[in-house]
């Protein structure tokens, strides 16, 4: 059974960073693409980031380009998000999803909330 | 940037109704379409890819159909867990976008 699980979310104030990690199991990591896909609080989905299977192709979305790094560890079956500069507006709960482009397996999401 | 819409943004409907939605993109993205269901508090789920095949393990009262820009995404025989907010989703480029989502409710 596929499964991902994200961890990491936090209530964080403007400025600050934070990382998120998505932990894969049930299937070849390493054989997979990866992204990344948010959803502010009562909003819709905004796809935010895609990492290749080798890690060498990456795509951001113009929101968080520049302020969030997308990267993969296979020999941890690990998919991170470092988030600098983070602002209000990146308020969301944070999904990573089995790719490349028919996201067909999810995890459960983490909140991340930017606020003073 | 590819900019999806959807319509309606939400949709009442009973037990039984064939219920459609429709998605336009604003520029061709042939069959590059996917439609997910997202149930309230859970993450979504991939219903529909490459625009009309029904992912795995997906009820066949579910369809889609359309290429280019236009597209549509139908329950044939609407059931009580049907109940959710459904997206279509482009991968023709980068960055992926979705549509804004309709709300589907049990009148």
């Known amino acids: 059974e596929v499964r991902l699980v994200e961890s990491g979310g936090d209530l964080v104030q403007p400025g600050g960073s934070l990382r998120l990690s998505c932990a894969a199991s049930?299937?070849?990591?390493?054989?997979?693409?990866m992204n990344w896909v948010r959803q502010a609080p009562g909003k819709g989905l905004e796809w935010i980031a895609y990492i290749s299977s080798i890690g060498t192709t990456i795509y951001y979305a113009d929101s968080v380009r520049g302020r969030f790094t997308i990267s993969r560890d296979d020999a941890k079956n690990s998919l991170s998000l470092q988030m600098n500069s983070l602002r209000a507006e990146d308020t969301a709960i944070y999904y990573c999803?089995?790719?490349?482009?028919?996201?067909?397996?999810w995890g459960q999401g983490t909140l991340v909330t930017v606020s003073s | 940037d590819i900019q999806m819409t959807q319509s309606p943004s939400s949709l009442s409907a009973s037990v039984g109704d064939r219920v459609t939605i429709t998605c336009q993109a604003s520029?061709?993205?042939?069959?590059?379409l996917n439609w997910y269901q997202q149930k309230f508090g859970k993450a979504p789920r991939l219903l529909i890819s490459?625009?009309?095949n029904l992912a795995t393990g997906v009820p066949s009262r579910f369809s889609g159909s359309g290429s280019g820009t236009h597209f549509t995404f139908t329950i044939s025989s609407l059931q009580s867990e049907d109940i959710a907010t459904y997206y279509c989703?482009?991968?023709?480029?980068?960055?992926?976008?979705f549509g804004p989502g309709t709300k589907l409710e049990i009148k």
């Open positions: 490459d625009a009309s």
């Open positions: 999803a089995r790719g490349p482009f028919n996201l067909g397996d």
């Open positions: 520029q061709d993205i042939s069959n590059d």
């Open positions: 049930g299937f070849t990591f390493s054989s997979y693409e």
């Open positions: 989703q482009q991968y023709d480029s980068v960055p992926y976008t």
